[in-house]
Structures are given as structure tokens and as C-alpha cells.
């Protein structure tokens, strides 16, 4: 399994919002911003934090992908 943030990149279009907005407005750090690049793991604090801002839920902002077998 892995990590998508394919709906936080939603919730920003939707918010009018660039990632480089979460690290001047929130104060997250750029390796962060590189793990939701990376679809890397977030803690929740953080994922908190960006909900709140987004106003929405942390469910909307990722997705947990179940990779198919071959």
C-alpha cells in the first residue's frame, strides 16, 4: 500500500492555494512539502494543520492506494 495526496492538491485548487502557500501561511518546512511530493508520510499534527486551513477534513486530503498484484 501507499500514501496519495492527490486530494490535498484538490483542496488547493479548490482553495485557490499553491503548495508554496501551505510554507509561508503555516510555516511548513520545504521537506515537507517534498514528502507530499514524494507521497511520503505526513504526521497527523501536520496533516491537522493543512485541514484546518483548507477547511475540510484530513480524509480529503489523503488516500491510502492499494497497489495491485501481478
Known amino acids: 500500500m501507499s500514501i496519495s495526496y492527490k486530494g490535498?492538491?484538490?483542496?488547493?485548487?479548490?482553495?485557490d492555494r499553491q503548495?508554496?502557500?501551505l510554507e509561508n501561511d503555516l510555516g511548513i518546512a520545504w521537506a515537507t512539502i517534498?514528502?507530499?511530493?514524494k507521497n511520503e508520510y505526513l504526521?497527523?499534527?501536520t496533516l491537522?494543520?493543512?485541514?484546518?486551513y483548507l477547511n475540510c477534513d484530513i480524509g480529503d486530503l489523503v488516500s491510502v492506494?492499494?497497489?495491485?498484484k501481478k
Open 8 to 15: 490535498l492538491k484538490i483542496q488547493l485548487v479548490k482553495n
Open 19 to 21: 503548495l508554496q502557500d
Open 34 to 37: 517534498s514528502k507530499i511530493n
Open 43 to 45: 504526521t497527523l499534527k
Open 48 to 52: 491537522e494543520k493543512i485541514a484546518t
Open 65 to 68: 492506494v492499494k497497489e495491485v
